[in-house]
């Protein structure tokens, strides 16, 4: 079993930046993912950016060039680099990793983009 938790969250001024971390209690190097999903009040959980294994790192459109996923394999940490957000990037941000086709989820971390 693999157990998440997420940092950083809060609010931010549009075209500001965050960076969320997400710590796992398992080695992430040998994971088959992980990565960032994200729900937005009355919509459904999106991918936001990825690591899968043997592929590479995949974002959705509407973050490309603006959010940046890296990892820290040594303390088995996950980084969700988030630049020039906009208030549509307002969510509840969820860590999640694959592993031996199971999924396993964070708590959720709150980000607010408003002035």
């Known amino acids: 079993q693999v157990q998440l938790v997420e940092f950083g969250g809060g609010l931010v001024q549009p075209g500001g930046s965050r960076r969320l971390s997400c710590s796992a209690s398992a080695t992430i190097s040998s994971l088959n993912a992980m990565g960032w999903y994200r729900q937005a009040p009355g919509t459904q959980r999106e991918l936001v950016a990825v690591?899968?294994?043997?592929?590479?790192?995949v974002y959705a459109d509407s973050v490309k060039g603006r959010f940046t996923l890296s990892r820290d394999n040594v303390r088995n940490i996950v980084f969700l680099q988030m630049n020039t957000l906009k208030p549509e990037d307002t969510a509840v941000y969820y860590c999640?990793?694959?592993?031996?086709?199971?999924?396993?989820w964070g708590q959720g971390i709150q980000v607010t983009v408003s002035s």
């Open positions: 690591f899968r294994s043997g592929v590479g790192t």
């Open positions: 999640k990793a694959e592993e031996r086709g199971l999924d396993y």
